[in-house]
């Protein structure tokens, strides 16, 4: 597929208590990096988010952004920078080498070769971070970040509703609706919205502890209430959140 014809979606989601949630694929350097290579990317809220809220969101992308690059530029001028620091170690081995005179040959001619090897890598990457090349991409990539809009969603309003609620009742009522979750239809209109956000959520919670409740979950029984309210408490599941995404992970989606 053409570049042209992807994109990048950003959901911006109210909890109950006011705080906002961003779910974005962001945290994928390649993902990240994408921005500006024709790849559109747009942002959708229910509740329309507040500035503050924005700007945080801004600058931790800034953050990712500047740890990313980081990353790319230690992965690209690796080679350089090992054949430099290699050629420094021989160069001052050698040199001690013939010009220490000790007791004890070798140590401290490895010592001193591996402390200046030491000192030119770090040189290098630090030289290599405040490259123009990375200078370039990071700000390509903040001008990128910095032109992201965000519009209102209906399917995202729905989806605030539901976690909404289910963070204003008793945990124990959520239970029902994640052992069986009540299914519905979902709008032609909203289908690629609502797909993208079960792949983010879907990447939330797909650690062990969650792929093997999965499991359980067929088996499960209302009376096994108090079980799976013990399984969340132990491993500090946000209950809330993941009974919405259960109610969205069965929600049918026709192809």
Known sequence: MNNKNKRIVIFHIY?????????????????????????????????EPRVESLTMFRNKLYRLIESGVKEWIVDTKFIPRFILSSAAFLLVYFFTSLVIRDPIPVVDELLISIAATAAVYFYLSKRDQNSE????????????VDRIIFNESSFIKKFEEILNYNESVEALELIPSIISPESELIPESEREEAKILLSYLERM????????????LSKYKKEDKKKLLSWAKANKVDLSLYAAYRNIKLISLPD
């Open 205 to 216: 919670f797909s650690g062990k502890v969650y792929k093997k409740q999965e499991k359980k």
């Open 133 to 144: 090349k990375a200078s370039e991409k990071r700000l390509k990539l903040r001008i990128h």
């Open 15 to 47: 909890r109950n208590d006011g705080t906002s949630l961003f779910l974005h694929p962001f945290d994928d350097r390649n993902t990240l990096f994408s921005l500006g290579e024709g790849i559109e990317v747009k942002g959708f809220f229910g509740g």
